[in-house]
Nanobody
Framework: QVELKESGGGSVQTGGSLRLSCTAS????????MAWFRQAPENEREFVTG????????DYSDSVKGRFTLTRDTTKNTLYLQMNSLVPEDTAVYYC?????????????????WGQGTQVTVSS
């Protein structure tokens, strides 16, 4: 069982920045792909960004490309999401996810473990 714990959400104005963190209790952290998803009210949970197990492949959704950056620290078993130039459309609960697979997927069913989510609110 892998536990994922997110932190770093909050409220910012348009153009602001936030950094989310996700710490995994996974002894095989570098064997598993991970991702960030988000879910706005009345919307489906959508893929934001993912990283493969080796850490050499990262993908972003078109809506965040160029504004968000995914990184990880394998010494801390922690995934980070740096979010810059935030806009109200980024408002959502952000979830960290982990899969037993080495490659990330873009659908929520690909993932085996989820964090509790952290709220990000961007006001205009």
């Amino acid at each position: 069982q892998v536990e994922l714990k997110e932190s770093g959400g909050g409220s910012v104005q348009t153009g602001g920045s936030l950094r989310l963190s996700c710490t995994a209790s996974d002894p095989r952290f570098t064997d598993h792909a991970m991702a960030w998803f988000r879910q706005a009210p009345e919307n489906e949970r959508e893929f934001v960004t993912g990283i493969n197990a080796r850490g050499d492949s990262i993908d972003y959704s078109d809506s965040v490309k160029g504004r968000f950056t995914l990184t990880r620290d394998t010494t801390k078993n922690t995934l980070y999401l740096q979010m810059n130039s935030l806009v109200p459309e980024d408002t959502a609960v952000y979830y960290c996810a982990s899969t037993q697979a080495a490659m990330y997927g873009k659908t929520k069913t690909w993932y085996d473990y989820w964090g509790q989510g952290t709220q990000v609110t961007v006001s205009s």
